[in-house]
């Protein structure tokens, strides 16, 4: 049992991978087009990149830091999150510059509430909802589980990309985000975060992050702590 957090051997001085080497890398794929302004781009490549340095410190407390099992559960758990949220992310863009993006020709404009009435002894409510057609479709937002399946059906990663089947658990994992929300008894963290979970959302972010979509930036090698995430544990 640990009782004190201890670091694994004597190790140097580190830091994780600059925010500007991830943005040179993002900016490979992440440009402003027809669908994205500049205005967008800036703050999405930010935060992706914010994500990512984040997501490779947590790997690395994992290696350098001796954790109590609860604390490396959550560790793994945050690791699934926002590495999660960082292959999300990079399906919107793929998806919606690709023209790929869900769209809608009715835009709500109004709603109407009827008061509280009885039928039958039950008691009842009516809520409407107005709709404006228009003449041009406007998008809409997708969910993670369409974004994957739009990017697999379309192979947004490039033929090369063979992890596609691997997306809908991290999706599910990332759902689990949610503290209150349990199926069944033993639908806790402690079973839900463990080292083949963090071996799967580092696998598959690493497959993302050097797939063909990158294949122009020279820093591949920066997400090799990824690819040996199994050493880590």
Same mark, same amino acid.
């Given at each position: 049992?640990?009782?004190?957090?201890?670091?694994?051997?004597?190790?140097?001085?580190?830091?994780?991978?600059?925010?500007?080497?991830?943005?040179?890398?993002?900016?490979?794929?992440?440009?402003?087009?027809?669908?994205?302004?500049?205005? #967008?781009?800036?703050?999405?490549?930010?935060?992706?990149?914010?994500?990512?340095?984040?997501? !490779?410190?947590?790997?690395?407390?994992?290696?350098?830091?001796?954790?109590?099992?609860?604390?490396?559960?959550?560790?793994?758990?945050?690791?699934?999150?926002?590495?999660?949220?960082?292959?999300?992310?990079?399906?919107?863009?793929?998806?919606?510059?690709?023209?790929?993006?869900?769209?809608? #020709?009715?835009?709500?404009?109004?709603?109407?509430?009827?008061?509280?009435?009885?039928?039958?002894?039950?008691?009842?409510?009516?809520?409407?909802?107005?709709?404006?057609?228009?003449?041009?479709?406007?998008?809409?937002?997708?969910?993670?589980?369409?974004?994957?399946?739009?990017?697999?059906?379309?192979?947004?990663?490039?033929?090369?990309?063979?992890?596609?089947?691997?997306?809908?658990?991290?999706? !599910?994992?990332?759902?689990?985000?949610?503290?209150?929300?349990?199926?069944?008894?033993?639908?806790?963290?402690?079973?839900?975060?463990?080292?083949?979970?963090?071996?799967?959302?580092?696998?598959?972010?690493?497959?993302?992050?050097?797939?063909?979509?990158?294949?122009?930036?020279?820093?591949?090698?920066?997400?090799?702590?990824?690819?040996?995430?199994?050493?880590?544990?």
């Amino acid at each position: 049992m640990v009782e004190r957090l201890t670091l694994k051997g004597e190790k140097e001085t580190w830091y994780p991978n600059s925010i500007n080497t991830l943005e040179f890398h993002l900016s490979v794929l992440l440009k402003s087009n027809e669908y994205f302004s500049s205005d #967008q781009i800036y703050p999405m490549r930010k935060n992706l990149a914010y994500s990512l340095q984040y997501v !490779q410190f947590l790997s690395q407390i994992l290696r350098d830091v001796s954790l109590s099992s609860v604390l490396r559960t959550q560790n793994i758990k945050s690791s699934v999150v926002h590495g999660a949220a960082v292959i999300e992310a990079i399906f919107n863009y793929l998806v919606i510059s690709n023209g790929f993006g869900n769209k809608t #020709q009715w835009k709500k404009v109004n709603k109407h509430c009827s008061h509280e009435y009885t039928l039958a002894a039950t008691k009842y409510k009516n809520d409407i909802e107005v709709f404006e057609k228009l003449e041009v479709p406007i998008p809409t937002q997708m969910t993670f589980d369409q974004l994957a399946k739009k990017v697999e059906s379309k192979k947004l990663l490039g033929n090369a990309f063979t992890e596609y089947s691997k997306i809908k658990p991290i999706r !599910q994992l990332r759902n689990k985000i949610h503290i209150h929300d349990s199926d069944h008894s033993s639908d806790t963290d402690w079973n839900n975060f463990n080292q083949s979970e963090f071996i799967l959302i580092s696998g598959i972010l690493y497959k993302v992050l050097t797939s063909e979509i990158f294949s122009s930036s020279t820093h591949m090698d920066k997400f090799e702590y990824l690819n040996t995430a199994n050493n880590q544990m």
